[in-house]
């Protein structure tokens, strides 16, 4: 079975523009978590779907949004991209709803977005 | 105080040891914990999950669960080269959906051949 994958791998942007980036669950998942990754802050939650809503969503400005779609792919966006934005952003998928009795969850490698 | 606390290391130690990898949290309402190994330039992969307090082992991975004093440990035997890897902590408690799920900052841990 295919992992979790995500588009682009590398990403170099510039200060105020806005990026899209994607990702693709293991089949058969329908949670798509989204987190943002730095050395300093570690691993932060962003937001979480399922069945196309989002669920949960952390302490993040609205400049981070997201969204999914009928087949379970998820999207996040992030516009007027500033320099602190540069970080791994991780998709991971699972089964169901986190918290609901399953406890597994799949990362994809990532998106190493640059923010100059 | 941190939710979640992990030495980052880097932890050295020789091919064959003993590992020991631990996380403290502050919360007691965590239920359930994870260990993830990242390699660089990867995403995280899930080792072992555990809902209570105790032992649960897979091949050289061992979890450890003591709940009363808020601590976890990973311990890994007969430990290889290829072991070497960023280890993450990650707690979190049921009902609370992906936010509940709170992570340690990782302990960078290298096996010297």
């Known amino acids: 079975k295919a992992g979790v994958t995500q588009t682009p791998r590398y990403l170099i942007k510039t200060r105020g523009q806005q990026v899209t980036l994607s990702c693709s669950p293991i089949?058969?998942?329908?949670?798509v978590s989204w987190y943002q990754q730095t050395p300093g802050q570690g691993l932060q939650f962003l937001f979480e779907?399922?069945?196309?809503?989002?669920?949960n969503k952390g302490n993040f400005p609205g400049r981070f949004s997201g969204r999914q779609f009928s087949n379970s792919r998820s999207e996040m966006n992030v516009s007027t991209l500033e320099l602190g934005d540069s970080a791994l952003y991780l998709c991971?998928?699972?089964?169901?709803?986190?918290?609901?009795?399953?406890?597994?969850?799949?990362f994809g490698p990532g998106t190493r977005l640059t923010v100059t | 105080q941190k939710e979640v606390e992990q030495d980052p290391g880097p932890l050295s130690v020789p091919e064959g040891a003993i590992v020991s990898l631990n996380c403290t949290y502050s919360n007691s309402a965590f239920q359930y914990f994870m260990w993830y190994r990242q390699y660089s330039r990867k995403g995280p992969e899930l080792l072992m999950y555990?809902?209570?307090?105790g032992n649960k082992e897979d091949g050289r991975f061992t979890a450890q669960v003591d709940k009363s004093s808020k601590y976890i440990s990973l311990f890994i035997r007969d430990s290889q080269p290829s072991d070497s890897a960023t280890y993450l902590c990650a707690k979190g408690y049921s009902g609370g959906g992906a936010d509940g799920l709170t992570f340690g900052k990782g302990t960078h841990l290298i096996i010297q051949p």
């Open positions: 779907y399922f069945s196309e809503t989002q669920r």
């Open positions: 991971a998928s699972s089964l169901e709803r986190q918290g609901t009795g399953s406890y597994e969850q799949y």
């Open positions: 555990t809902y209570s307090s």
């Open positions: 089949s058969g998942h329908r949670s």
